[in-house]
Nanobody, 124 residues
Framework: QVQLVESGGGLVQVGGSLRLSCAAS????????MGWFRQAPGKEREFVSN????????YYADSVKGRFAISRDNAKNTVYLQMNSLRPEDTAVYFC?????????????????WGQGTQVTVSS
């Protein structure tokens, strides 16, 4: 079955960096567009970033533009999220999502698959 496994989360101080990874299995990774979402306590899951199957088109939420960078390695079936200049408001569980069809990128239920998430905590 399809599995998306996130890793790389942790505790970091304000201004620090983390690199999240999402390893995919059970699907043709190079034919799927990948997204990162996050969910803070008591809030709805929100869009963070998306990258197309080829890795040459990406989108970002306004709140992370200029600080986060998404990338993918189709040979390794892995998508990454480099997070720099982290802020307390970036604290959340970060989820990896996958979908086969291109289209609106910000709606989580447009994605067929998602992982269990990895916790990111930014302390001040």
């Amino acid at each position: 079955q399809v599995q998306l496994v996130e890793s790389g989360g942790g505790l970091v101080q304000v201004g620090g960096s983390l690199r999240l990874s999402c390893a995919a299995s059970g699907l043709t990774f190079s034919e799927h567009h990948m997204g990162w979402f996050r969910q803070a306590p008591g809030k709805e899951r929100e869009f963070v970033s998306n990258i197309n199957w080829r890795g040459d088109i990406s989108y970002y939420a306004d709140s992370v533009k200029g600080r986060f960078a998404i990338s993918r390695d189709n040979a390794k079936n892995t998508v990454y999220l480099q997070m720099n200049s982290l802020r307390p408001e970036d604290t959340a569980v970060y989820f990896c999502h996958a979908k086969a069809t291109w289209g609106p990128v910000e709606r989580q239920f447009d994605y067929e698959y998602w992982g269990q998430g990895t916790q990111v905590t930014v302390s001040s």
